[in-house]
């Protein structure tokens, strides 16, 4: 049993055939990168996945359960995801932002959510600290940098204890700088989770991935290995280009 399955999943926008018959596979405690070309499909299948979008047709099992077209409060206990664009509350203080998602996971019973709760406190610190933020927990998150605010994103993911993690693009709009340390942070947090990623940065993606899939046109034409990926000449002729094998 895969953490996550995708079998035969479409998605049509009107006359706009969005994903065609969409197969995807990820393995428990995998690392997998989801790359292609701006319009391949890649967010609408995230959206699918996470509840925000219903697939025309397919199915979506997440540890085996099938999750196909359940809203987003139905699958938020099994997976989390970020966004391509920071979605921290801004008017909260950083220690509250993750105190929110630790909160949310701690019960599936509404009354206990609004208990005080040392798990949730210690949860919030404990990610404050893996995140880097721990002298910043006061302020207001809408203070951040932009990098700090990401960092934040994925620290409210990690916080919800989903043991299947979505990221959009969490290197976008960083520099060079920026994005070697949040990668190094995603590294460092994801450890033991399984982690489903889009990126557009080819670097990010080689060095982070166990295995790679590539969407073009609303279908997967190929996964594999970063090595392998490198080496395809089907992706390299649809997406890749000049990367040096």
């Excluded at 920071?86 to 105190?99: E, K, Q």
């Excluded at 392998?228 to 000049?242: F, K, M, P, S, T």
């Amino acid at each position: 049993m895969n953490a996550l399955e995708l079998h035969g999943v479409t998605r049509r926008y009107g006359a706009t055939q969005v994903l065609r018959g969409v197969d995807l596979h990820v393995a428990h405690g995998e690392r997998h990168a989801l790359i292609g070309p701006n319009g391949a499909g890649k967010s609408t299948l995230f959206d699918l996945i996470s509840g925000r979008a219903r697939p025309d047709d397919g199915r979506i099992a997440a540890n085996g359960i099938d999750i196909t077209g359940k809203p987003p409060q139905r699958v938020s206990r099994t997976l989390a995801r970020s966004f391509q664009t920071t979605s921290v509350f801004g008017g909260l203080s950083v220690l509250d932002n993750l105190r929110c998602a630790a909160l949310g996971a701690a019960s599936s019973r509404l009354i206990d959510r609004w208990r005080p709760s040392r798990k949730v406190d210690a949860r919030a610190h404990a990610m404050l600290d893996a995140i880097g933020l721990a002298e910043r927990a006061g302020e207001l998150a809408a203070r951040l940098t932009y990098a700090e605010q990401r960092a934040l994103d994925l620290g409210i993911a990690l916080a919800t204890d989903a043991p299947l993690i979505l990221l959009d693009e969490p290197t976008a709009g960083m520099n060079r700088a920026e994005a070697t340390r949040a990668l190094a942070l995603i590294r460092a947090t994801t450890e033991g989770r399984t982690l489903l990623v889009i990126e557009h940065d080819m670097d990010a993606v080689f060095s982070l991935a166990d295995r790679i899939s590539v969407l073009v046109r609303g279908r997967v034409i190929a996964t594999g290995t970063p090595a392998a990926i490198r080496a395809n000449r089907d992706v390299r002729e649809a997406y890749l280009g000049g990367v040096a094998t």
